[in-house]
């Protein structure tokens, strides 16, 4: 279910380990995804996307599974740093058939901490 | 690298007031977004802009509001009348064509007494 307010999910995990960060989505219709990392008091910074004809993408540690049966969006992180201690949103663009402006609905967020 | 900029980083303002947050795209991109978080709370979209109009807008994006491309670097978010229940952080966003990625901005923090 959704959280609301305070009450993110959170993953903490010690530095060197994989941390896997899930989502999951609500529309069916989303044709693309897409995993932000947010420091406090900063804006979203893009890490990777993938695209609904694709089931796994792969950028530097970094990878992110789509599983459409299920709805399911996971962000896995190799050899976790502290650098990675952040919030991670998942977002999703919809595809109502018609033009998209991109229009990107986002996740409730995941508190990611990497201890030394 | 080429990114998003957004002035001020806070805004305080009396309720009533207007303000105006200001945002520099990436100067290739055509498509503009505004987005706002409440603190601890998900990041909300607001306004989706193209070709010196407003493509799409959300139930939140109400006649208060008003956003603006004044020239052809900055795109504007104006609030008539602020309320408390303004008070968030003010995402700006952009995208180029063919693509799908929106690079954010470092936000404008907005405080409503």
């Known amino acids: 279910g959704e959280s609301v307010g305070l009450h993110l999910p959170t993953l903490s995990v010690q530095e060197g380990d994989n941390s896997i960060i899930n989502c999951a989505y609500s529309?069916?219709?989303?044709?693309?995804f897409i995993w932000y990392k947010q420091e406090s008091g900063k804006g979203p910074q893009f890490i990777i996307d993938?695209?609904?004809?694709?089931d796994k993408r792969q950028g530097q540690r970094v990878t992110v599974l789509l599983n459409k049966t299920v709805k399911h969006l996971s962000l896995q992180i190799a050899a976790t740093q502290p650098g990675d201690s952040a919030v991670y949103f998942c977002?999703?663009?919809?595809?109502?058939?018609?033009?998209?402006?991109?229009?990107?609905?986002f996740g409730q967020g995941t508190i990611l901490t990497v201890h030394p | 690298e080429p990114e998003v900029t957004q002035t001020p980083s806070h805004q305080v303002t009396q309720m009533g007031q207007e303000v105006i947050l200001r945002c520099v795209p990436i100067s290739n991109h055509l498509y503009f977004y505004w987005y706002r978080q409440i603190l601890g709370q998900k990041v909300e979209f607001l306004v989706s802009?193209?070709?010196?109009?407003?493509?799409?807008k959300s139930e939140i994006f109400d006649d208060q509001f008003s956003v603006e491309r004044p020239d052809g670097s900055n795109f504007t978010l104006k609030i008539r009348s602020t309320k408390l229940e303004d008070s968030a952080m003010y995402f700006c966003?952009?995208?180029?064509?063919?693509?799908?990625?929106?690079?954010f901005g470092p936000g404008t923090r907005l405080t409503v007494l």
């Open positions: 529309n069916s219709a989303s044709d693309y």
């Open positions: 802009f193209y070709n010196n109009e407003i493509s799409e």
């Open positions: 966003a952009s995208k180029g064509s063919y693509t799908d990625t929106q690079y």
């Open positions: 977002a999703e663009k919809g595809n109502a058939g018609g033009t998209s402006y991109g229009k990107l609905t």
């Open positions: 993938i695209r609904s004809n694709m």
